[in-house]
């Protein structure tokens, strides 16, 4: 049974490098979910797709994010021109079904990422 | 919007002892869903229990239950008979159709 996996687990850059992350959902679930969490806090919504569709982005998702789900299989978030405020967990979750009301969402182990 | 508030940063309990975390929300939604997660220090999520908005009876896994009234807006969740394993952080989360938004936690630490 594989669950959601991320890669890589931690990352170290310096401001103003780019920084690309990867999510492997549960195989047959359609929905991909991006979060951020900074310490002491609850996670925060960046962004979701179902399937290869973006459907809804944060406002907390600046033009500096930018997320793919090609073939809507897995997916990647990558952050250009990093800053010290963007260190925190990233963490990607997956849903089978359509609506997430009755779906809990399956995390996966986050990577967590510090900026320099 | 939903919105998810959380009124304990910290809780400590000792082992064996019952323990209630408090869950508030606001909707104006009619159908949503509330969830628990777990997340130890290791990071990972953990989800732990569900109660649909218009289920009739609390839910219950095991050693935890979801103490859900509805007219208050209340989802708390009770843990039964505590274990050192409990230790970690609890967030609440509430749902509609698209997204999960999460409470700010609240930290729970079992004593031996």
């Known amino acids: 049974d594989t669950g959601v996996s991320q890669d890589p687990r931690h990352k170290i850059t310096k401001r103003g490098q780019n920084v690309t992350f990867r999510c492997d959902p549960i195989?047959?679930?359609?929905?991909l979910y991006w979060y951020r969490q900074t310490l002491g806090q609850g996670p925060e919504f960046l962004t979701y797709?179902?399937?290869?569709?973006?459907?809804?982005k944060s406002r907390l998702l600046s033009d500096r994010f930018s997320a793919e789900r090609p073939k809507g299989s897995f997916s990647t978030l990558e952050i250009q021109r990093t800053e010290q405020g963007d260190s925190a967990m990233y963490l990607c979750?997956?849903?089978?079904?359509?609506?997430?009301?009755?779906?809990?969402?399956?995390f996966g182990n986050g990577t967590r990422l510090t900026v320099t | 919007a939903q919105k998810i508030t959380q009124t304990q940063p910290g809780m400590f309990v000792q082992e064996k002892e019952a323990v209630t975390l408090d869950c508030t929300y606001d909707?104006?939604?009619?159908?949503?869903?509330l969830f628990w997660y777990k997340q130890p220090s290791s990071g990972e999520m953990i989800f732990l229990i569900y109660?649909?908005?218009?289920?009739?009876q609390n839910a219950t896994e095991g050693r935890y239950s979801l103490n859900f009234q509805k007219a208050r807006k209340s989802a708390n969740l009770v843990i039964s008979a505590s274990q050192l394993g409990d230790s970690a952080m609890y967030f609440c989360?509430?749902?509609?159709?698209?997204?999960?938004?999460f409470g700010q936690g609240t930290r729970l630490t079992i004593n031996p």
């Open positions: 979750a997956s849903s089978l079904k359509l609506s997430s009301y009755n779906s809990p969402l399956h």
């Open positions: 195989s047959e679930h359609n929905r």
């Open positions: 797709f179902q399937n290869e569709a973006q459907l809804e």
């Open positions: 909707t104006s939604d009619q159908s949503y869903g």
């Open positions: 109660q649909g908005s218009y289920d009739e």
């Open positions: 989360a509430m749902a509609g159709a698209q997204k999960l938004v």
